[in-house]
């Protein structure tokens, strides 16, 4: 999900917002997009993705949030995710997950900003241990310690972590040096025409190298032909998400018959 534009660094929000939600003076929804075992056709997850009500994309949404709501609206994501996914059918898709895009900075204390998010999986009848969290290897985090922090919680309640769009900045490598997710999903970025570039296919082998040393699940995003999930999938990625598979769409979840 791209990060809003913000003027001012994000900072925490006070641990007084994470016990009072304040509606929102703008609404949204959302669209799925699954991710796809490719061995099988089958979701091993779908994407929760903001969307306007009227159909305005992401950044359309996002270009209203600020300092100021971030919090509320960070927290609106995930209760808004669970009770669409919940409506749509997800849980009755076995093992398949529901991935939620977070901001680390909208989060001061984990274990107290994760209520809302546990509150709604047990009103809509989500189970909690088939949530992903995705954080943006881009998201400027003040604090990485903040971070792992993050990351040790969500764990802890049994909620898989992801890095997103790794690879699309400089700090990949250092980020994963200093925690390591559980997932890392690869920037289309890297992904594109990997099928022709030697390049690309040696970077995203070593990422491969390393994460497999690490336990780390690799997801690739951003695959649009026949040719490119070929060569992903002989390099050892069996988890891909992309329009050769299913655009995002609001008010359904596509590939969910398979």
Do not use: W
């Given at each position: 999900m791209p990060r809003p534009n913000f003027e001012q660094p994000f900072v925490p929000v006070g641990c007084a917002?994470?016990?009072?939600?304040?509606?929102?003076?703008?609404?949204?929804t959302m669209a799925f997009q699954p991710i796809v075992d490719v061995r099988s056709g089958i979701?091993?997850?779908?994407?929760?993705?903001?969307?306007?009500?009227?159909?305005?994309?992401?950044?359309?949404?996002?270009?209203?949030?600020n300092a100021d709501n971030l919090y509320r609206f960070d927290?609106?994501?995930r209760v808004k995710a669970i009770e669409l996914a919940?409506?749509?059918?997800?849980?009755?898709?076995?093992?398949?997950k529901l991935s939620i895009?977070?901001?680390?900075?909208?989060?001061?204390?984990?274990e107290t900003c994760i209520r809302a998010t546990i509150e709604a999986s047990r009103q809509f009848g989500f189970?909690?241990?088939?949530?992903?969290?995705?954080?943006?290897?881009?998201?400027?985090?003040?604090?990485?310690?903040?971070?792992?922090?993050i990351f040790a919680e969500y764990e802890r309640h049994g909620f898989t972590t992801a890095i997103d769009d790794f690879g699309s900045g400089y700090s990949g490598l250092n980020l994963l040096a200093e925690f390591q997710?559980?997932?890392?999903?690869?920037?289309?970025?890297?992904?594109?025409?990997?099928?022709?570039?030697?390049?690309?296919?040696?970077?995203?082998?070593?990422i491969i190298h390393a994460a497999g040393r690490l336990g780390i699940q690799i997801?690739?995003?951003?695959?649009?032909?026949?040719?490119?999930?070929?060569?992903?999938?002989?390099?050892?990625?069996?988890?891909m998400q992309g329009y050769l598979f299913a655009r995002p769409e609001v008010g359904c979840l596509p590939l969910s018959g398979l």
């Amino acid at each position: 999900m791209p990060r809003p534009n913000f003027e001012q660094p994000f900072v925490p929000v006070g641990c007084a917002q994470c016990r009072a939600l304040e509606k929102l003076d703008f609404d949204f929804t959302m669209a799925f997009q699954p991710i796809v075992d490719v061995r099988s056709g089958i979701p091993y997850a779908y994407e929760a993705l903001v969307r306007g009500v009227q159909g305005e994309g992401a950044l359309q949404i996002l270009d209203k949030v600020n300092a100021d709501n971030l919090y509320r609206f960070d927290q609106a994501c995930r209760v808004k995710a669970i009770e669409l996914a919940a409506s749509l059918g997800l849980a009755q898709i076995p093992d398949c997950k529901l991935s939620i895009n977070f901001f680390p900075n909208a989060v001061y204390r984990p274990e107290t900003c994760i209520r809302a998010t546990i509150e709604a999986s047990r009103q809509f009848g989500f189970p909690l241990s088939r949530l992903m969290f995705e954080v943006m290897e881009g998201e400027r985090v003040e604090e990485p310690e903040h971070l792992k922090g993050i990351f040790a919680e969500y764990e802890r309640h049994g909620f898989t972590t992801a890095i997103d769009d790794f690879g699309s900045g400089y700090s990949g490598l250092n980020l994963l040096a200093e925690f390591q997710p559980q997932v890392l999903k690869l920037d289309m970025a890297l992904t594109r025409n990997i099928d022709a570039d030697p390049v690309r296919e040696a970077i995203v082998s070593g990422i491969i190298h390393a994460a497999g040393r690490l336990g780390i699940q690799i997801i690739a995003e951003g695959v649009e032909t026949e040719a490119e999930r070929d060569a992903l999938l002989e390099l050892g990625i069996h988890l891909m998400q992309g329009y050769l598979f299913a655009r995002p769409e609001v008010g359904c979840l596509p590939l969910s018959g398979l």
